[in-house]
């Protein structure tokens, strides 16, 4: 078996590290930790692939990451931005729902990314949770978002409501999407890190998702407590066994360059709305990715 | 008229009339002496009225008269000029949800039962749902300490086809019948709402529509309004502040649950009207609290202009999802008077 050397790009935060983790668990890889600007071009001519974990733009812009894939284009490497929920069973079950038009046409679509704010990024719940979620929906809707509106909430002090928001996304082919974005999970009162929710409303059904819903209840006394107890799929490790599983057999990885871009800019845009008060055209996404087939 | 018998009328049988009239015939010292509808067979069938006075005409039941106050359960697009009627006959009135479908209406109506001193009530039934109520207490004694982001959802089955819900012009679509509801329980617990973004989307048999309200303290709340839900009647709400989140699914808080073996396509269709299983009936509470309020002269809980303000809000909303921007919420002429 050959060996893999995998790029990871992203390492200064929780869900870098989390990829690192999983990666280790094969003795066939080999992880080279890369930083966005210097070492890559040095490094890229002998990687088999480069996963990039998408929370690393808290401080890039979409220029950065452009010129990222732009790099790995020329040097033939595959490379795929980190959205592990579409790679989770629960999402695959929905897709496959969703082409065989169980729901019939999507309409619109309501979602919620609710997490704790991490400390590794406290104002950014809009970046965050919003690359995640129009990733998701652009993928089972088979749609590409265009326009994003803003409407955030304020006149609360406290971190966790920086960017409580709703983001709506309009789609191609007439889906709406509204989404909230907040940390509104604060460890100091909900029982899990992360609540992620998503309703597909189409002219014949409705899908309701709900990412973290396989979890016991547990009430203890010795002290008084309440937890919930998560039992589901790990959702990176279905990520990165399929992105190893393409890699080793040459076929596109599960996400694309393009997905990742388009996803960002979509967050940008969120940002931009946000301060304009207006809705915003999503800038079209001009790279053409060569890299996809390991070589 | 204190401790004496209240003579009501009902203007209008169908899905609400009914229960109106089911409702009252349980309220002590009150009894439905007259029904007005186009379908007399219906209200003899109901076997609630054998002694009310039935009517096809409007007119010849306000001209009848025994009674003090009627109950308006007609398709919302007539609620005015019923109204307004009933007032020039000195007759309170009791108005189902919305007040109507044009704000000026709503400011007709109230001004026209001040002028002929008569009451006039709105009958936005949720602010006396027991867990709504339970959820703004516990917002209004500060638990969740300043509201942030808020979400509601009501979704339910479509109307049935060529019934005056689906046509907007009578009803004003699934904002005005069915998210106003939202829209008042959310301007109640958070407070006046001061801007609305809204899209909505049609197919055959749904009407799905999602509205973000901005509220000049700064919270911000999502609510969704879904006819031709696939599933049993849902309604979803919840409420972040910055030391909590509050939240209520009505199918998961049910305490009694009948599944049947054999399940036919029936009811797939229809206005759907929320069960009661528990001893406190919303319904029965709240007519009993409007007729209370006509007896003692008392402040409702819920008044004719919180209802045209919600009317304000619902017609921001439909105007936000008509050209794509946000809307402006002004402030209704009702409030302003006051």
């Known amino acids: 078996m050959t060996r893999l050397r995998i790029g990871l790009i992203g390492m200064d935060n929780h869900k870098g590290e989390a990829y690192k983790r999983e990666l280790f668990n094969y003795p066939d890889v080999e992880v080279i930790v890369l930083d966005l600007n210097d070492e890559l071009p040095l490094l890229t001519g002998d990687l088999s692939a480069v996963l990039f974990c998408i929370e690393y733009p808290f401080w890039a812009n979409l220029k950065d ?3 990222l894939i732009q790099t790995c284009s020329k040097h033939q490497v ?6 592990p929920f579409r790679c989770s069973p629960v999402a695959m079950a929905a897709k496959t729902a969703v082409e065989r038009r169980e729901i019939g046409d999507i309409l619109a679509v309501k979602a919620s990314y609710h997490s704790a704010a991490h400390t590794d990024n406290p104002q950014h719940s809009m970046l965050a949770n919003t690359v995640h979620m129009v990733d998701l929906i652009s993928w089972l809707a088979g749609s590409i978002p265009q326009e994003i509106y803003t409407m955030m909430a304020d006149g609360n002090g406290d971190s966790y409501a920086v960017d409580a928001a ?5 789609f191609d082919q007439g889906v709406v999407a509204v989404i909230d974005t907040g940390y509104s999970r604060s460890s100091r009162f909900f029982l899990a890190e992360e609540d992620i929710r998503l309703e597909l ?78 809705p915003v055209l999503i800038e079209p996404i001009r790279i053409k990715h060569k890299g996809q087939v390991s070589g | ?70 109950c308006i359960t007609v398709p919302t697009y007539l609620h005015k000029s019923y109204t307004v009627q009933a007032a020039a006959n000195r007759k309170h009135v009791i108005c189902e949800k919305p007040i109507a479908l044009k704000p000026e209406d709503a400011f007709d109506m109230i001004s026209t039962c001040e002028k002929y001193g008569v009451r006039l009530f709105v009958g936005h039934v949720l602010r006396f749902f027991p867990e709504y109520r339970n959820l703004r207490e516990l917002v209004l004694n500060g638990s969740v300490g300043s509201v942030g982001i808020s979400h509601a959802k009501r979704a339910s089955a479509c109307p049935e086809e060529g019934s005056w819900f689906t046509d907007r012009t009578k009803s004003g679509g699934v904002i005005m019948d069915l ?21 909505s989307r049609t197919a055959d048999g749904v009407e799905y529509a999602s509205v973000t309200l901005r509220f000049t303290n700064g919270a911000i709340a999502n609510l969704e309004a879904h006819w031709g839900y696939p599933g049993p009647f849902t309604t979803r709400i919840e409420i972040t502040g910055e030391y909590g989140i509050l939240r209520n699914d009505n199918l998961s808080s049910r305490s009694l649950v009948l599944r049947k073996a054999s399940t036919t396509q029936q009811g797939s269709r229809g206005v759907i009207v929320p069960e009661v299983t528990a001893g406190y009936d919303p319904f029965w509470e709240e007519i009993y609290h409007f007729l209370n309020c006509i007896r003692h002269n008392d402040t409702p809980i819920v008044t004719a202009e919180d209802a045209a303000q919600a009317l304000e809000i619902a017609s921001a909303a439909i105007k936000s999802a008509q050209t794509g921007t946000a809307v402006r919420i002004p402030k209704s002429r009702c409030l302003e008077r006051k």
């Open chain 1, 78 to 83: 595959p490379f795929m931005p980190g959205f």
């Open chain 2, 1 to 70: 008229m204190i401790g004496s018998e209240l003579k009501v009328a009902i203007a209008g049988f169908g899905t609400m009339g009914k229960k109106y009239a089911e409702t009252i015939r349980r309220i002590p010292g009150t009894r439905v002496t007259a029904i007005c509808t186009s379908r007399p067979e219906s209200a003899i069938s109901s076997g609630a009225h054998e002694k009310a006075a039935l009517f096809q005409s409007y007119e010849d039941m306000l001209s009848y008269g025994d009674f003090d106050v009627v």
């Open chain 1, 166 to 170: 709703f983001v709506y996304v309009r």
């Open chain 1, 65 to 67: 990451m452009e010129s």
């Open chain 2, 179 to 199: 998210m106003i509801h939202d829209i008042d329980f959310m301007r109640w617990t958070i407070g006046e709402a001061e801007s609305a973004f809204a899209f």
């Open chain 1, 201 to 278: 409303i189409g002219t014949d059904g409705v899908i309701s998702m709900d990412v973290f819903a396989a979890k016991n209840e547990f009430y203890g006394t010795h002290p008084f407590q309440v937890q919930w107890k998560y039992y589901g799929d790990d959702l990176i490790k279905h990520m990165i066994e399929q992105f190893l599983e393409n890699i080793r057999h040459g076929r596109p990885l599960p996400v694309s360059a393009n997905d990742g871009l388009r996803a960002v800019a979509a967050a940008w845009a969120a940002y931009t709305s946000a301060s304009l008060g207006q």
